[in-house]
C-alpha cells in the first residue's frame, strides 16, 4: 500500500492551579478581579522523522516543561509571574517561547504550539511560526 503524504503530530497536556486578575477590563468586568483556575497546558510538536521505535519526541522528555510548570506557575498569582496580564493568550505565548529556548535544544521534535485553557470551555493557542 502506498504511504499516505502527511506530518506526525503530538501532543501532551499539563495542569497547574493558579490565580490572576485581569487589567484594562471595563468597570465590573468579573475577571478583573482576584480569581483562580486550574489551568490546562497543551504543548503540541511534530518532526520530519520518526526516531526510536516511531516518536516524534518521547512524551517522557517533555518532563522539563512540567518541572518549569511545577516550579514557575503552579499555586502562584500569575500576575507576579508574567511582565504582561496573565491572560491564556500571554500564558499561551510564555510557554511557547521557554519550549523553543529550553525544551527544543534537547528533544528530537519541533514545537508547532502552546494551548492554555483557563477552563474547560475556553482554550487560547500560541502557534511558533515555521522555522
Ligand atoms: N480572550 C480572552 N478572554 C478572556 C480571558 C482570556 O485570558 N483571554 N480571560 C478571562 C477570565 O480570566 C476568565 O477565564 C473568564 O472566562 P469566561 O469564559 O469569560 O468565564 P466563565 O468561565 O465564568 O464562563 P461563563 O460562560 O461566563 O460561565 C475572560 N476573558
Ligand atoms: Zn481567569
Redesign the pocket.
Known sequence: MTAVQGQHTIAKCFTFEAS???PD?PEG???ARL?G?SWTVEVILTADELTGPGFVTDFGDLKPLKHYIDEHLDHRHLNDVLDVP??????AAHLAAWCVAYLEPVIPGRVVAVR?S?????W?EYRVVDR
Open positions: 490572576h486578575r485581569l477590563l468586568h468579573k475577571c480569581h483556575h496573565p491572560t491564556s493568550e500571554n500564558v492554555v483557563e477552563t474547560r470551555t475556553t487560547a
